[in-house]
Structures are given as C-alpha cells and as structure tokens.
T-cell receptor, first 115, second 120 residues
C-alpha cells in the first residue's frame, strides 16, 4: 500500500513568511509524529497526535510552530514568521498505534530553506 | 542530559567485515523500546531492528543484530558481512513506556547518528 507522503518536497521561503507543510499518513494509522532534522543532526521531536486525544506538543520549539490533524488523516505543520534557524528537513511519521514496539513509518520529508 | 548517545560520528569498515555501532541510553522507565534506523543519502528513514527492555534475547534481523546490555544501558548495532549499500547514517532511538501493558509515551528520542562508510 501507499506509504507516508509529504508535500511539498522542497520549500524556499523568505524570512518572516508563514509556511504550511502537509503530511498524509498511512491509511488506518492512528498515531502521527512530526520531527525536524537539521543538517548533519539527528531527529528532534516536535509534536505527536494519537487518535482523538489532545496532541503532545512538548517538542515544539516556539509558539511560531503549530500543527493540526483532521481525525486520523492529514496533518499540517505551520511555521509562522519563519526564521533562518527554521531551515531543516521536516519529517512526518505514522504508526498503527502508539504501542511501545510499534514501528514508525517515515515520509520522505520536506526540505525547508529560509532565506 | 542526552538520553541517547552515539559516540562515533563516523566509522569505516571494509566490505564483508562486521562492524559495531555504539549506542548508550538513559532512562528511569522500566519499560522502554530501542530502535535502529538507517538513513541513506537519499534521506529516507529505514527501520532496521527493535529491542524491548523486557526482551530476554538479543534481537536479530538478517545481517543486523542488537547487542543489548541492560545493566550497562547499551544497545549496540552489529552489522555482519558489510556491503557497499550499508554506507549511510545510522540512528539509535528510544521510546519510553507509559505503562506495563505495552503503551508508550509516543515519540522516539534519537541520537545524533553515526556515519558508516563501507570501503570496497
């Protein structure tokens, strides 16, 4: 079946503009995660959605970052007033449940460049 | 404090030889899971292997095995018979548990990664 998809694959924006990044998880996956990967670094957790529960926003770096998810489908990560330090690859992942042993399936990422 | 530590920024291995990538972790949860992911230059994240904190035996998946030493809080990845296609970044990650029934706190906590280069 189809994997996790993300759009756009690349985004170049000017400092101060808002951007929206989209993630389509695998159908039937109740859990959805956003991570950020700066160049040459590991992945940093941003936000996690599980079913209809309130999202875990503990990884969001500032109030310029927000995310929404409609039911158990598409999620949008919004970055307002972008800064150069926001330049990174934003990765979305989904898993069938949030169980301890559940593998997370990652999308190809959106490469964001803030000029 | 770092929850996942990968002390080898880069490693070289000769093709067909085995290589060990180090990972130590820090948690006070009795229930946790450890994962290894591979990230080739194309950027995709590929799941390799999983070890649960209560698993009695070390996990194995084909050429990958996980050397789990719970008392030392280490979860090293061993790749046997290295191939040129194994050249990539390798990330160790942990998910902490939320209960004794297999629930979790959701997100993975990643290390900084090790870049493995396989020489022909």
């Amino acid at each position: 079946g189809a994997g996790v998809s993300q759009s756009p694959s690349n985004k170049v924006t000017e400092k101060g503009k808002d951007v929206e990044l989209r993630c389509d998880p695998i159908s039937g996956h109740t859990a959805l995660y956003w991570y950020r990967q700066r160049l040459g670094q590991g992945l940093e957790f941003l936000i996690y959605f599980q079913g209809n529960s309130a999202p875990d926003k503990s990884g969001l770096p500032s109030d310029r970052f927000s995310a929404e998810r409609t039911g158990e489908s598409v999620s949008t990560l919004t970055i307002q007033r972008t800064q150069q330090e926001d330049s990174a690859v934003y990765l979305c992942a989904s898993s069938q449940t949030s169980g301890l042993a559940e593998e997370q399936y990652f999308g190809p990422g959106t490469r964001l460049t803030v000029t | 404090a770092q929850k996942i530590t990968q002390t080898q920024p880069g490693m070289f291995v000769q093709e067909k030889e085995a290589v060990t990538l180090d990972c130590t972790y820090d948690t006070s949860d009795p229930s946790y899971g450890l994962f290894w992911y591979k990230q080739p230059s194309s950027g995709e994240m590929i799941f390799l292997i999983y070890q649960g904190s209560y698993d009695q035996q070390n996990a194995t998946e084909g050429r990958y095995s996980l050397n789990f030493q719970k008392a030392r809080k280490s979860a090293n990845l061993v790749i046997s018979a290295s191939q040129l296609g194994d050249s990539a970044m390798y990330f160790c990650a942990m998910r902490e548990g939320s209960d004794f029934y297999g629930g979790s706190q959701g997100n993975l906590i990643f290390g900084k990664g090790t870049k493995l280069s396989v020489k022909p």
